[in-house]
Every structure is written in C-alpha cells, then in structure tokens.
C-alpha cells in the first residue's frame, strides 16, 4: 500500500501519531475534526485501518511516517510509559531531521524528559512533554493539557493544542471579562522539559485521593444498616455500642445524583460513579483490585524530596496497594502476633 502524501502549506498542519490505542486513537480524531491533518502508524494492523475508517491516515512504521510528514515534522507518540516510549524516541530520534518536534503525550515520569530532551537537543530535535488529561471520553470533551519544553514550539503548535483543548466554554470563567487565556481554553506552557508531565503527575496524584475519598464515604453509607444485622457476641469481635443508630438501608445511586446537583463535592469523577451505580448498583464484575500506573507514587516522592507533607495523597495511594493484595503477608503477621501473645483464633466470617 503506497503511504499518503500531504500538501503542506502556512495554513494547514501535519502531525503524526505513534500509538493508535485509546488515547491516542482519540487524540487524533478530534485534531481532524478540527482540521489538522494526521498520520498514524501502531504495530496492530486492526488499529490502523479502524483509524483509516474513521477519517485518519495510517501507515504501517515509523519510518514511513516520517517520509510522508513535512517538514518540520511534528511526530506525538501516545505509548505506555517506561520502556515503549524510551524505545519510540530513541528510533525517531534517529529518523528525524533538526528542527523536527517530537511530543510525549503519555504518562512518562518528568525525569525521563530531561533525558529526552538533553539527547535530542544534542541533534537538533525539539522535545515537547504534554500531560493528557481527558481518558476515553476526551474525544467529545477535549483534553486538559499541561505542556513542558522551550517555548518556540509551544507557540508554533498553538492550533494544535486549541484543537485538542476543551475551548473556553468548558467551564465558568473564574474571571469575567478581558482577553482569554491559554489555561482557560485547556492548556498551558507549565515551564521547562519535565515541567508538563510534573504537573501532570500531581494531577493524577491529586486524582487518587478524590477517588479514594468518594469510595470511602460510599462504603460508610452502604454499611449503615449494620445495626440490622444479628449482634456476634464473642471475644473477638468488637460489639457495635448503638445498634439503633446504624439501620439505614441507602440507595447510593439515589445518593451519587443528589450531590451531583448544588453539592460542594459535585465533580466529573462523581457523575461517573452516578451513572455505575445506576447501571449496576452493587458493581458486580468488579474485583476491587485498583491498579497505579505510577504518577502516584511518583508524587508522593516528590513530596517526601521537597519535604511537602501529603498524607491525604498518599494514603489513597496506599489503599491501591492494599487492593493489590500486598498487604497480605503483613496482616497474616498481625494474625500470628495475635495468636502467639494472646491465643487468639482467626474467625472465619
């Protein structure tokens, strides 16, 4: 299959896509509805020709891609952090030529950035990191963007951003009146290389402890009617002292859409749980097993390093390890103290 060439003029942009997953598939769309033209490339031949389908560009490599962009190129790779993205960069590294711009979109940790972007400047390569917020549903929604890098790029990539970003109507303005913002239209130049995807992790940081704060409190109200249950009297168990005030039995769908409406703690993240416990009030399919990618843990060592107390954040960060299952061994050695000072017996209920 011959690889599509563009016409590249002042007034139109061309940028290529690595990584054709989720986000990166949806990242592209919304910049082609918005008129930039995009080529794609990823290593599944399913993912390229569902973005053919859609109106995007595909091509089978990187190599190809970088053939068809002009210049300068302007090449996103949306790939899982860590190793792919390290892998992705160090080959476009190679292709590409001076003044070529390559943006990490993903969830890469700030120190990475440096790296990349001490080497490619070495070549003459310009390095953009770009924290994406938005998840599936940034297609419709836009996506928040936090930009790290020199700011000649920043500014030539303006239409980019714009299109990607929510626009100024997402949201109230904070202040009304006078010229616009590039945070209010979702998305910011936060400083030099590392400085988008730092922001971005303490987002996700930020993200944990909200979540977890909702799911905490949803389980105290689904637990309110434990005064209905049958009193254990044993001594293992610690008796419920007011069984009386603990029988509510709580609709928590009902629950989630009226704090949606005026409450202080209505939020994105809140319609989202709405809408589950709607469609499947007692999440079954669920596990509990909550996964982190890494931002989390990489804030609260920023936090520890800069001497910043967040025992909020890293508490919910905790309470996914304990999801995981890595408390495991710690609690069976709380069982073995209990039952070597004390002859207690693990209960089986």
């Known amino acids: 299959m011959t690889p599509p060439h563009f016409h590249h003029d002042d007034t ?16 592209g769309l919304r910049a082609i509805r918005a008129g930039i033209q995009v080529v794609g490339t990823d290593s599944s031949a399913d993912a390229r020709e569902a973005f053919d389908a859609h109106g ?46 390559i943006i990490d979109g993903g969830n890469s940790f700030y120190g990475d950035d440096i790296r990349h972007a001490h080497a490619l400047a070495t070549r003459g390569i310009e390095f953009l990191d770009v924290g994406t917020s938005g998840g599936v549903w940034g297609l419709e929604r836009g996506y928040s963007l936090m ?6 790029p920043v500014t030539r990539l303006t239409p ?42 303490v987002h996700n940081g930020i993200e944990y402890a909200i979540m977890g704060a909702y799911a905490e409190g949803l389980n105290i109200l689904r637990h309110a009617d434990s ?17 009386d005030m ?15 409406r005026g409450s202080v703690i209505g939020s994105w993240l809140l319609d989202l749980t709405a809408v589950q416990l709607q469609q499947n009030p007692n999440l079954e399919g669920y596990s509990g097993r909550v996964s982190d990618s890494g931002e989390g843990r990489w804030t609260s060592i920023a936090a520890i390093e800069e001497g910043v107390p967040t025992p909020v ?23 073995a ?4 000072f004390g002859g207690h017996v693990e209960k089986n209920d």
Not at 147 to 152: K, L, S
């Open 56 to 101: 995007g560009r595909s091509v089978a490599d990187l190599s190809a891609l970088v053939a068809v962009l002009p210049q300068p190129r302007t090449v996103w790779v949306m790939v899982p952090a860590g190793d792919p993205t390290d892998h992705v960069i160090q080959l476009l590294g190679d292709l590409l030529d001076p003044g070529d711009c």
């Open 147 to 152: 930009i790290g890098g020199p700011a000649e």
């Open 227 to 243: 005064g209905l249950a049958g009193q254990t009297n044993d001594a293992e168990t610690a008796p419920l002292n007011n069984p």
């Open 313 to 335: 954040l890293t508490a919910a960060l905790y309470a996914r390890f304990s999801s995981q299952g890595s408390d495991q061994f710690a609690n069976q050695v709380l069982s």
């Open 246 to 260: 603990y029988r509510y039995d709580f609709n928590l769908a009902d629950i989630a859409e009226v704090w949606r």
């Open 12 to 27: 139109h942009l061309t940028v290529g896509m690595v990584g054709l997953g989720r986000m990166g598939f949806n990242l």
């Open 160 to 201: 980019l951003w714009q299109a990607l970003s929510p626009g100024v109507d997402a949201a109230e303005r904070t202040v009304p009146g006078g010229p616009v913002s590039s945070a209010e239209e979702g998305w910011l130049h936060c400083g030099d290389s590392g400085a988008g995807h730092f922001v971005k992790m």
């Open 337 to 340: 103290m209990r039952r070597g």
